[in-house]
């Protein structure tokens, strides 16, 4: 007899009397999709970023509300008009520098998270123009909020450049003051059409 079967059978000499207490895990419950989209808009705030719900019917004027005069780079198939905007068309990380702000959309909203990820395609920009300026406009639909990450995974591409965004950038120093806008936008607002 091997030192591993002498171990088990001690193992199971001491667990004959005992009897089996198997407790199986309730299957979590799966929201509705008002659930989802509440619970995005929850995560989404708690990073410290604004959320404002519209029609779509809506979006142009709430996006020029949300810019007000801050002067905005998009990307060339953004599909929404943003007045005196500057479609990026490989802009210089100068002249990136000097923009306000950025309007782009997302690949898919993560409820349980609170994260938006961009696959950069044409709607979306390279990753420059989501990370330069110092206001990001970031346009969901209710439709493209899922539950969790892996829901989000099997709906993107891993060949593609993914950019996570939960919040507006912040990192903390050994003190834990938090500095926002280090490595990203400052601010983050999402607009969440449905």
Not at 101 to 126: N, S
Not at 166 to 178: F, K, Q, V, W, Y
């Amino acid at each position: 007899m091997s030192a591993r079967d002498e171990i088990l059978g001690r193992v199971r000499a001491a667990l004959a009397d005992v009897s089996p207490a198997v407790s199986v895990p309730a299957a979590p419950r799966v929201p509705d999709r008002g659930d989802l989209v509440g619970l995005f808009v929850e995560r989404v705030e708690d990073y410290r970023a604004v959320v404002t719900r519209c029609a779509e019917a809506d979006l142009a004027s709430v996006v020029a509300d949300v810019l007000g005069t801050a002067r905005a780079v998009v990307p060339p198939g953004l599909g929404l008009t943003v007045a005196d905007a500057v479609v990026d068309e490989g802009l210089s990380a100068a002249d990136l520098d000097a923009i306000d702000a950025v309007v782009t959309r997302a690949a898919v909203g993560i409820a349980e998270t609170g994260t938006i990820v961009l696959d950069h395609q044409p709607d979306q920009g390279r990753r420059a123009i989501s990370l330069v300026p110092d206001l990001h406009v970031c346009i969901v639909d209710e439709s493209q909020v899922v539950a969790d990450v892996p829901d989000a995974i099997a709906l993107l591409d891993p060949a593609r450049p993914l950019t996570w965004i939960s919040g507006p950038s912040a990192t903390s120093d050994i003190e834990l003051d938090r500095v926002e806008g280090v490595h990203g936008p400052r601010t983050l607002h999402v607009v969440l059409v449905g």
